[in-house]
């Protein structure tokens, strides 16, 4: 959809429809979205209640532990965004084709997304997330290991295989990760939401922009990357469950 925006009314039209978006979601809710929580439930807004709710989410070990995961793991996908184009565009020579392999990829992410509503019934989230980032940190190691072999530069389909596959496992995490840090938090919610994306989105920054900035035309910083990041997501994980 991006791309034929793109193509049909410049890069304008792409600020554009996100500012349309977010003003139709806005009428949407305040016409058609009533307050859930019941009048007699409802607490007034103030400096010492936040600050007390923000001190009870950094206390939950299990809320902290899983934000942590979930900003590694969006980390190194915000990495690959960073690297993408470079890597298929100057590395492999794809040109204006690279969209293309871009949006293939992305398939791969939508897909988990269905396939988790599923396994989610049958296994715990923990359960799959866990194997997700073990499937993650095999396949990344492996391949950067066949990278290296390769000068840095593996052939073409080797890398879509790979990316599919690790992208398949990162859409089960994405629907995964923030829906057990907010476990616990049920009765903070909104606050807890609030911490869970903003802790998360700050700890991908940091480590997505360090894997772009070190991009060196081969694949090896973007596979390093993904294999360090979820080898301490992983961790993350186990010190949020015990």
């Known amino acids: 959809l991006g791309q034929g925006l793109l193509s049909i009314a410049g890069w304008r039209a792409i600020f554009a429809s996100f500012l349309m978006l977010a003003l139709i979601t ?20 103030s400096l010492n209640r936040i600050t007390g709710t923000l001190l009870i989410i950094l206390g939950n070990r299990s809320a902290i532990g899983y934000t942590v995961t979930a ?12 690297s993408s184009q470079q890597i298929f565009q100057d590395g ?24 988790n509503a599923r396994f989610v019934v049958l296994c715990t989230m923990q359960y799959l997330s866990k194997r997700a980032l073990v499937s993650i940190t095999i396949l990344s190691a492996g391949f950067f290991l066949y990278a290296l072999l390769r000068d840095g530069l593996p052939p073409l389909w080797t890398l879509m295989a790979y990316l ?65 990041l979820s080898v301490a997501a992983l961790a993350a994980m186990r010190w949020a469950e015990n």
């Not at 492999?92 to 396939?115: D, K, N, Q, R, V």
């Not at 939401?193 to 922009?209: D, H, N, Q």
């Open 92 to 115: 492999y020579g794809l040109g204006t084709e690279f969209p293309y392999y871009f949006a293939f990829l992305a398939l791969s992410i939508g897909g988990a997304s269905l396939c």
């Open 26 to 45: 806005l009428v949407w809710f305040a016409l058609r979205q009533p307050e859930t929580l019941p009048k007699e439930k409802r607490v007034p807004f």
């Open 71 to 82: 900003g590694l793991v969006f980390g190194f996908f915000l990495g690959y965004l960073n």
């Open 164 to 228: 599919f596959a690790t992208f398949f496992a990162t859409g089960i995490l994405f629907g995964n990760l923030n829906a057990m840090a907010m476990e616990s938090l049920g009765n903070i919610a909104g606050i807890g939401a609030g911490v869970v994306g903003s802790l998360s989105t700050f700890i991908s920054l940091i480590a997505g922009t360090a894997i772009g900035q070190s991009y060196n035309g081969t694949v090896l910083p973007l596979t390093a990357g993904f294999f360090l």
